[in-house]
């Protein structure tokens, strides 16, 4: 329908073109008419000749016109259809960039929230082993601080053992007397006859 | 104590024909092996390039300087026959305590910080005689690193009764 619409307009622009050829040409005429050259003859010869011209020219430029709109018109039909085509396609994708988007958006506020729990399960743990550790040193500490006491004390008394062995040992030697050996042996009769009621 | 000690102990023990007789020897033996064991007359007795005669010639003027009587040396001289002069010492001690044992008695060391007064070894000694029930023959020595008091020792057994140990043990319980 639409074709047929151009052929039209093109034959009637063709027609418009020869008669306004003609029309040229007579008036030309009519200046040498009044000029007192020129007839309708003239005239006549000169629409013939534009209408053999008009003929000639739409017999053999009509095709290639033709096929140059022709052409023109697929080209166009063809870049609308890519155009219509890429516009739907960028519509899908913007579509999806939409949707993209929102899900991204959902899935750092996931994010955010499981490294959160996940920082927060951290710093619980951080916080734990740390005591933890803390009373283990704690309590390393004491029982350090316990075994030195220990081993001080007990250095100490070795010490003072052996300070108060030298100091008797030497007393005995000073001071030993009859008296002293007596009551040992007294002692000592005393313990065996205790062994032999035994 | 060696069996051959004991043997020969037991042998001549046996020709004893009273416990005054059998002391006697005790004593006679103990100073043939105090002779014997001296170094200049082991060094000819037990010399090698000595023959056996000589050796047992030694011996008799040995025994007839001792004045022993003939049971002992005889004795001798069958030790010497059969080369148990080196045995002398176990013999001793042998016979010793075969006759401590026929006489009822035990020996006992007593060792002492000081030198000790009679008294001092006769409380010792009844009071191991308690335990024993058989007369206690002491032999006293000193040692001076006691301090004081005695230590017995009595059939193996040591019974330390000395400052020195008293000390040490109060040293021992102020350390714990």
Redesign the interface.
């Known amino acids: 329908m639409k074709s047929m619409k151009i052929k039209l307009k093109t034959s009637i622009l063709t027609i418009a073109g020869a008669m306004l050829g003609a029309i040229t040409a007579f008036t030309a005429e009519g200046q040498s008419l009044r000029e007192g050259e020129g007839s309708w003859f003239a005239l006549l010869f000169y629409v013939i000749n534009a209408a053999i011209f008009l003929a000639i020219v739409v017999h053999y430029a009509r095709p290639a016109v033709r096929r140059l709109f022709a052409d023109r018109a697929h080209q166009a039909r063809a870049r609308r259809d890519r155009a219509q085509a890429a516009l739907v396609e960028a519509e899908q994708a913007a579509r999806d960039a939409i949707h993209l988007v929102e899900s991204l958006a959902d899935e750092k506020a996931r994010l955010i929230k499981e490294m959160e729990a996940e920082t927060a399960y951290q710093v619980k743990q951080i916080r734990d082993a740390a005591a933890e550790g803390a009373a283990r040193i704690l309590r390393d500490s004491q029982l350090t601080v316990a075994a030195a006491a220990n081993d001080a004390r007990?250095r100490v008394?070795?010490y003072?053992?052996?300070v108060?062995?030298v100091m008797?040992?030497e007393l005995?030697?000073r001071n030993?007397t009859p008296e002293?050996?007596?009551r040992?042996?007294?002692?000592?009769?005393e313990?065996?006859?205790a062994?032999?009621r035994v | 104590m060696s069996g051959i000690g004991k043997r020969y102990a037991r042998a001549l023990a046996a020709l004893a024909s009273d416990n005054t007789q059998l002391e006697g020897w005790g004593a006679e033996l103990e100073r043939l092996a105090a002779l014997v064991a001296a170094p200049e007359v082991s060094v000819v007795l037990e010399s090698p390039e000595r023959s056996q005669q000589a050796r047992i010639e030694a011996i008799g003027k040995i025994v007839e300087r001792l004045a022993l009587s003939f049971p002992v040396r005889s004795f001798a001289m069958v030790l010497t026959r059969h080369r148990r002069l080196t045995d002398l010492p176990a013999i001793v001690q042998a016979y010793r305590e075969l006759t401590d044992e026929r006489l009822g008695r035990v020996r006992a060391t007593l060792t002492f910080a000081r030198e000790p007064g009679p008294d001092e070894i006769a409380r010792v000694v009844d009071g191991l005689h308690a335990i024993a029930r058989r007369t206690i023959i002491p032999t006293v020595k000193v040692e001076p690193g006691l301090l004081g008091g005695v230590v017995a020792e009595l059939e193996g057994k040591i019974y330390d009764g000395s400052l020195a140990t008293m000390i040490a043990e109060a040293e021992r319980r102020l350390a714990e």
């Open positions: 007990r008394r070795a003072m053992a052996g108060a062995g008797a040992r005995v030697q030993f002293d050996q007596h040992i042996l007294s002692g000592f009769v313990k065996l006859a062994e032999a």
